[in-house]
């Protein structure tokens, strides 16, 4: 299940994780794109009791924060990227627990709204993700999750992901799922999907020098597609789903 390389590789990448992900002029504009989306998003939560999973260095939680949360409990697998998110964070409505999607550290029926970004893709077990969110979220709580999906306009990017089992230049488990993998393991977990949001991204092969202009302004011209048309096309999608 990959979960001791994710927690190995990401402990040690903790360190420099925002340092080297969103400093090119296209992972900056990526950052405050996403960002800006799910803080759009984050309106149709409750965000009295929210659980985060895969945290990294809080770059979410805080959104999440600064759109009202009351209490986001953080959960990630590696203690590395939790110090970061807490030393970065410093919000006492934000608790830290080291733990796994795949076994929550958080009783049944125990939060209003669940929410985990650029996860899935290091997860094989979509059922197991989609279970747990399911049993944590209280009656009617939503999820919000994103997943690259290689069925996509990228899926050049995703095939060889998905047949390296790795991230372009990094030593971690990487996988672009299908959207009906998704959609079947969400519909199986009993959660009701309420939407898919499609968002471009330049993705890090090709974010560098002018290759990575050319993309960067091609990938922002695409994440202004009509919403329908975007969520079909686009890498990434971000799906609200009711539990
Ligand atoms: C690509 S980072 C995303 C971080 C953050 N959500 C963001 O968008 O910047 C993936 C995060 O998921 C965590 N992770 C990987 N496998 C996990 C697992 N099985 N359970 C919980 N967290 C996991 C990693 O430690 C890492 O912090």
């Given at each position: 299940?990959?979960?001791?390389?994710?927690?190995?590789?990401?402990?040690?990448?903790?360190?420099?994780?925002?340092?080297?992900?969103?400093?090119?002029?296209?992972?900056?504009?990526?950052?405050?794109?996403?960002?800006?989306?799910?803080?759009?998003?984050?309106?149709?939560?409750?965000?009295?009791?929210?659980?985060?999973?895969?945290?990294?260095?809080?770059?979410?939680?805080?959104?999440?924060?600064a759109q009202g949360a009351k209490a986001v409990r953080c959960v990630d697998i590696a203690p590395g990227m939790l110090k970061v998110a807490e030393e970065t964070t410093a919000d006492p409505r934000?608790?830290?627990?080291?733990?796994?999607?795949?076994?929550?550290?958080?009783?049944?029926?125990?939060?209003?709204?669940?929410?985990?970004?650029?996860?899935?893709?290091?997860?094989?077990?979509?059922?197991?993700?989609?279970?747990?969110?399911?049993?944590?979220?209280?009656?009617?709580?939503?999820?919000?999750?994103?997943?690259?999906?290689?069925?996509?306009?990228?899926?050049?990017?995703?095939?060889?992901?998905?047949?390296?089992?790795?991230?372009?230049?990094?030593?971690?488990?990487?996988?672009?799922?299908?959207?009906?993998?998704?959609?079947?393991?969400?519909?199986?977990?009993?959660?009701?999907?309420?939407?898919?949001?499609?968002?471009?991204?330049?993705?890090?092969?090709?974010?560098?020098?002018?290759?990575?202009?050319?993309?960067?302004?091609?990938?922002?011209?695409?994440?202004?597609?009509?919403?329908?048309?975007?969520?079909?096309?686009?890498?990434?999608?971000?799906?609200?789903?009711?539990?």
């Open positions: 299940m990959h979960e001791s390389s994710n927690r190995d590789f990401y402990s040690k990448d903790s360190v420099t994780y925002e340092a080297t992900r969103f400093t090119t002029a296209a992972g900056q504009d990526d950052h405050n794109r996403l960002m800006s989306c799910l803080a759009t998003l984050s309106d149709s939560l409750d965000l009295t009791d929210v659980v985060e999973v895969g945290v990294g260095t809080g770059r979410v939680t805080r959104v999440l924060l934000a608790r830290y627990i080291e733990g796994s999607a795949y076994d929550l550290p958080i009783g049944d029926d125990d939060c209003s709204s669940f929410v985990s970004v650029n996860l899935l893709t290091h997860l094989d077990d979509l059922d197991q993700f989609w279970r747990e969110a399911s049993r944590v979220l209280r009656p009617g709580g939503m999820a919000l999750v994103t997943s690259t999906k290689v069925d996509s306009l990228y899926f050049p990017f995703g095939v060889i992901a998905n047949r390296r089992g790795l991230a372009y230049g990094q030593n971690v488990y990487t996988v672009w799922h299908r959207r009906n993998a998704q959609l079947g393991a969400i519909a199986r977990a009993g959660g009701k999907l309420e939407s898919i949001t499609g968002h471009f991204y330049t993705p890090r092969a090709v974010d560098k020098g002018p290759v990575g202009r050319v993309f960067h302004v091609i990938t922002r011209l695409l994440d202004r597609l009509p919403s329908r048309l975007r969520a079909r096309l686009a890498p990434m999608d971000i799906y609200l789903v009711r539990f």
